[in-house]
């Protein structure tokens, strides 16, 4: 049974450009959460998908965007990159918004370099 | 403003003997705690959980303890074994903020043969 599937797990882009990270959700499971952790400090919480819309929202500006497909997968989007936008980026999944400790499950994440 | 602490950055512990690994948070709307474990490239794995209305949690070798008055609580792991060694975050939930966890910094343990 494959867990949380991100993709790719490592990209360089150049400041100013756009980037689309791609998560896949464990089987079975219906929500999806971003996380992005800079080096050195942990993660921190993005926004959440859930029925193909965001639900929460982190303090992260508008540059950054999601979407939800049917099929439960879901993207990552950020636009004119900053330096500062080098980081991991982690995606979450669970059956439910709500579930936590156990049904929560992590992917390993995609390396992000803005150069 | 870092609304959960970890002081520690690392900490090596001999095996067999206790790890104690601290969290402090500010905000007192947490109402939900949990421990991650995370093994480089890896994504963090849940390890254990406190509600804000109990004051500890046991899982076999891991017990959490909530001290609300202080905003502190500390994940104590016994005996420690050599595979223990990872980056171990704390993260606090606000309020039935569903899945928005503030997570801290992360405390390297090193569990030394």
């Known amino acids: 049974d494959a867990g949380v599937t991100q993709s790719p797990t490592h990209l360089i882009k150049t400041r100013g450009q756009q980037v689309t990270l791609r998560c896949s959700p464990k089987?079975?499971?219906?929500?999806v959460s971003w996380y992005q952790q800079a080096l050195g400090q942990g993660p921190q919480f993005i926004f959440q998908y859930y029925e193909e819309e965001e639900r929460q929202r982190g303090n992260f500006p508008d540059r950054f965007s999601g979407h939800q497909f049917p099929n439960y997968s879901s993207e990552l989007n950020v636009n004119a990159l900053l330096l500062g936008d080098s980081a991991l980026y982690l995606c979450a999944s669970s059956l439910d918004p709500h579930r936590l400790d156990y049904g929560y499950t992590f992917g390993s994440g995609t390396r992000l370099t803005v150069v | 403003d870092q609304q959960v602490k970890q002081n520690s950055p690392s900490l090596s512990v001999q095996e067999g003997r206790i790890s104690i690994l601290n969290c402090d948070y500010t905000n007192s709307m947490f109402d939900y705690f949990l421990w991650y474990k995370k093994y480089p490239a890896e994504g963090p794995t849940f390890l254990i959980s406190?509600?804000?209305?109990?004051d500890k949690n046991e899982d076999g070798r891991f017990t959490v303890f909530l001290n609300k008055s202080a905003k502190h609580l500390s994940l104590h792991i016994v005996p420690s074994q050599p595979g223990d060694s990872a980056v171990y975050f704390c993260a606090a939930r606000r309020d039935n903020y569903g899945q928005n966890f503030v997570f801290g910094p992360g405390t390297r343990l090193s569990v030394l043969p």
């Open positions: 406190i509600s804000s209305i109990k």
């Open positions: 089987s079975g499971h219906d929500t």
